[in-house]
Every structure is written in C-alpha cells, then in structure tokens.
C-alpha cells in the first residue's frame, strides 16, 4: 500500500534559494527512498505571466537539484509548476503571500509486497 509526505518550503519574495527547516531537511534525507517524487513550484502572483511561471519553474528546479544532490535517482522526480493558482493562503497580507510563495515536494512510498507468482 503506497504512503505518502509532502514537505513545504517557502520562499523569499521573486526568490529560488532552496532553503529547508532542519526538520524538513531530515524528512528529505530519505528521499532517495521514495518511489515517486511530485515537485510543485508555486508563487503568489494572482495575473499569471511568463515571468512568473519561470519563477515557479526556477522554484522546482532549485528543489529538485537539492534532492538529486542529496542521491535521488532523477527519474523519480518530477516537476510540476503554476503561477497564480493553488494559492494556500490570503494572498492580501505578507504572511498569506509568503505562504503561497513555496514548494511542495511530495514523497510516495511503496511498499514491496511479496509475489504471488513466487521468486522474480
């Protein structure tokens, strides 16, 4: 049975610094044993522009570097990224805006099971 986590960063103001808590980084050690990792680029720009979307790509970039630097396979990442969108938070205050300027990387495990179909 798959289980997941999904860790959130947040980001500067028009910033790509990939930055995690000590705690978000210890849950991230473990990524190279995920099955699948989703990696979500987000701002808070409400009018979506190319600029913006760059930056959300940027975003996901960063974080994924981080993982593979850390020994994640690159075929278990993907990325994703909006601008615009998936807003966490009242966009109208700084606090509502930080929030929604994040990452969120998304960790699927899966359990080996044993097959029925005895040995490989």
């Known amino acids: ?7 959130t960063i947040l980001f500067d103001n028009r910033s790509i610094i ?3 808590s000590i705690s978000d980084s210890s849950v991230l050690d473990d990524a190279k044993n995920a099955a699948l990792i989703t990696v979500r680029g987000r701002t808070s ?5 190319a600029k913006d979307e760059q930056l959300a790509l940027s975003r996901a970039v ?3 570097n981080y993982l593979i630097a850390r020994g994640v396979s690159p075929l278990k990442i993907h990325v994703n990224y909006a601008s615009g969108s998936d807003f966490v938070a009242d966009n109208s205050t ?11 990387i998304e960790l699927v495990y899966v359990t080996p099971t044993s097959n029925p179909y005895g040995t490989p």
């Open 1 to 7: 049975m798959p289980r997941s986590n999904t860790v």
């Open 18 to 20: 990939f930055r995690p």
């Open 45 to 49: 720009t409400p009018i979506p522009s």
């Open 62 to 64: 960063s974080a994924r």
């Open 94 to 104: 700084p606090e509502g805006k930080r929030q929604n300027q994040r990452v969120e």
